[in-house]
């Protein structure tokens, strides 16, 4: 049945409670004609044959091609949208989801080049993949806090998505998710993440920096590969194994930090053309294994930095001041018994500064009166302080 031409719908129960979900207008092929411009207020409810229907769902490509459309009201009733519901909306501009919405179909969104932001509400559980793959003009999104997993190629070809912070919430992000997502600088993950899939950072050419969390045990198959202006990567100590060109092309590295004691299992090609004199920063002990460990061993400058056991017997304190400054602070060490490094990063996770601190000094001038004001973090061992230039 039809609301004035305007909308499709499909029964979903013919008893009480009635519902019905809004269709597409072609059943055969998933592809509507063009509709004429502006916007579509969905209805709450709808009446056929005395019955009042309550709309529930955003049916499977309702609304895919709608290429005129700009935006979409969506009311409270619907829990649901379906897959590829809004694909080829290439007007659509911005959204909002109701929070009675629990869950987005695979390629919802895919391909609407002209949404610049969304907000998802905290009613939604996971983003199935392809689910905003494409949406070219999408410079942010906030994620719900109650998402657990970011499907395959959600965010795939983003080009203008600039950062995103996942919540703390997200334990699995899928493969190829942020592939050629060409301006993204920066992500920060949680340490709930367990497993970041294979291709995830593929052709992010803006990726400065990456630092990954505790929780990740496996770098998969060309996860950075092509990630041209990364600049520096941090691996944790639980890593275990690197992938094939997990690190393939990553030609603009300056250094590299691995923090396993044990080296990781690298393949022959896992950083294929990195130069192999950048610096390597690896726990003192483990030097000599690195040294001689396969296809690390073609890395030629080794640096030693504190291991985990040496700062946990060492007791280091730190203390940053003053804080704020106009640009110039002092960091007090306190316990240092090795040679460690200093690295400051800006916002957006760029590092912009590297110190190094001998055994036993006291104190390290941090000089950041050419950089602009804003919040910086200084990174010494295992703690981290918070800089803020005024």
Not at 122 to 149: M, V
């Amino acid at each position: 049945m039809s609301d004035g031409q305007t909308f499709y719908f499909k029964i979903t129960s013919a008893t009480a409670p009635y519902t019905v979900e809004v269709a597409s207008q072609n059943v055969d092929y998933p592809y509507n004609p063009i509709h004429s411009a502006g916007s579509r207020i969905i209805p709450a409810t709808v009446e056929y044959n005395t019955n009042t229907y309550a709309v529930t769902a955003i049916g499977d490509n309702a609304f895919s091609g709608y290429s005129n459309v700009d935006s979409f009201v969506i009311p409270n009733s619907i829990t649901s949208i379906g897959k590829g519901a809004f694909v080829l909306c290439s007007a659509l501009t911005s959204i909002t989801i109701p929070n009675s919405v629990t869950s987005i179909g695979s390629s919802c969104f895919s391909s609407c080049t002209s949404l610049t932001s969304i907000t998802l509400p905290n009613s939604i559980t996971s983003i199935d993949e392809w689910a905003f793959s494409g949406c070219s003009d999408l410079t942010s999104i906030t994620l719900p806090n109650a998402i657990t997993s970011i499907g395959k190629a959600t965010f795939s070809r983003c080009s203008s998505l600039t950062s995103i912070i996942i919540p703390s919430s997200v334990t699995t992000i899928g493969e190829r998710t942020f592939e050629f997502c060409t301006n993204l600088t920066s992500v920060i993950f949680p340490n709930a993440v367990t497993s970041v899939g294979l291709e995830c950072f593929r052709a992010c050419s803006s990726l400065t920096s990456v630092t990954l969390p505790n929780s990740i045990t496996t770098i998969e198959d060309n996860t950075f590969i092509d990630c041209t202006s990364l600049d520096s990567i941090t691996l944790p100590n639980t890593v275990t194994s690197i992938g094939n060109a997990a690190f393939g092309n990553c030609s603009g590295l300056t250094q590299i930090t691995s923090n396993a004691i044990i080296p990781p299992t690298a393949q022959w090609n896992s950083f294929f053309s990195i130069p192999s004199a950048i610096p390597v920063y690896v726990p003192c002990e483990s030097i000599d294994a690195y040294q001689a460990a396969a296809n690390w061993i073609a890395f030629t400058n080794y640096q030693c930095f504190v291991g985990l056991n040496d700062i946990l017997s060492a007791e280091t304190q730190t203390k940053l001041y003053p804080n704020p400054t106009t640009g110039s602070a002092i960091l007090e060490v306190e316990g240092l018994t090795k040679s460690a490094d200093v690295f400051v990063y800006d916002i957006t996770g760029r590092k912009v500064k590297t110190y190094n601190l001998q055994p036993n000094q006291t104190h390290l001038s941090i000089d950041l009166t050419s950089f602009a004001k804003g919040i910086y973090q200084v990174k010494v061992l295992n703690q981290t302080k918070k800089l803020i230039i005024n």
